[in-house]
């Protein structure tokens, strides 16, 4: 019996200027475990005239993990951080009861040729936690837990596995961990994941089952524990998953609660300006109609 619940595939989408592959949500399947939203940024190259340029915007009920390949972007909050972003490292901003932040191309890349590539993620809060006082984290590359097995490189982004734990201070048992082989592996990692897990391709290709599954794809595991496959050469995985919550989320454009009342007060916040401000921005960006 196959261990694969369900496949997803990259689907294109607009962030204004911007277009990305959207991974979650899917009508399928809206989570797994409490990751809520993955897209897969680039790569594109922008020109000298162009910028990556995201206007102030909220979150509520969420923590959102901004991890790059490529690149460099500016990020700022409500909260009143102002952190450059650089690939390996992570920038974890948690939402709670509401936050708002905007992300540019930094002030030294504006005017030349440049390019990005990364993920951009939202990680549910469980409930109880959907309301705390938003905070904002960053963790520098050399702080992510990373060792080599068989010949495997492993980094462990954020949550805990494999008997380590990441520095990104998660809120609810989860794990995000990227693999990088340069040479054919068989892989049995079912002894380190719990609760649900999805199997990102960022390049290269895994078997399993029979099938070949290459870049852009999410596989959803039936059971995490029986996670087993071969890792192509020159192949970039990323698992991530953890326990579920037993209450639904509910997600509207940039917020996501277990409460969909929260969700329309948190509209009509927006709507109305009432949200926190960014030292330093104007403009931002209007809730969809």
């Excluded at 926190?276 to 809730?287: A, D, M, N, R, S």
């Amino acid at each position: 019996m196959s261990n694969i619940q369900l496949i997803i595939e990259e689907r294109e989408r607009s962030i204004g200027s911007f277009m990305v592959g959207r991974l979650l949500p899917f009508y399928k399947k809206r989570m797994v475990g409490p990751f809520a939203f993955i897209d897969h940024m680039g790569p594109v190259s922008l020109s000298s005239s162009e910028n990556f340029d995201v206007p102030p915007h909220p979150h509520i009920g969420l923590s959102t993990l901004t991890f790059l390949f490529e690149g460099s972007i500016m990020h700022r909050d409500s909260v009143g951080s102002e952190v450059e972003i650089k690939p390996g490292a992570v920038n974890w901003m948690t939402a709670g009861k509401g936050v708002v932040h905007s992300e540019r191309t930094p002030i030294d890349l504006r005017n030349k040729a440049k390019t990005l590539h990364g993920l951009q993620i939202w990680v549910a809060l469980p409930k109880g936690q959907e309301d705390i006082d938003p905070s904002f984290v960053h963790v520098s590359e050399k702080e992510i837990p990373g060792w080599i097995s068989d010949g495997v490189s492993f980094k462990l982004i954020a949550g805990e596995a494999f008997g380590r734990r990441s520095p990104v201070p998660v809120y609810s048992p989860m794990y995000m961990i990227e693999i990088k082989a340069s040479e054919p592996r068989l892989m049995d990692v079912g002894d380190a994941l719990f609760g649900e897990s999805g199997l990102y391709i960022l390049e290269g290709e895994i078997n399993t089952e029979g099938n070949t599954f290459g870049p852009r794809q999410i596989l959803i595991a039936e059971n995490a524990k029986l996670c087993s496959f071969e890792i192509g050469a020159n192949t970039t995985i990323y698992l991530f998953g953890g326990e579920p919550f037993p209450e639904e989320r509910h997600i509207y454009w940039n917020f996501v609660h277990s409460d969909p009342e929260v969700i329309e007060r948190a509209k009509e916040d927006w709507k109305n300006q009432r949200f926190p401000k960014i030292k330093g921005e104007t403009g931002f960006v209007p809730l969809p109609a």
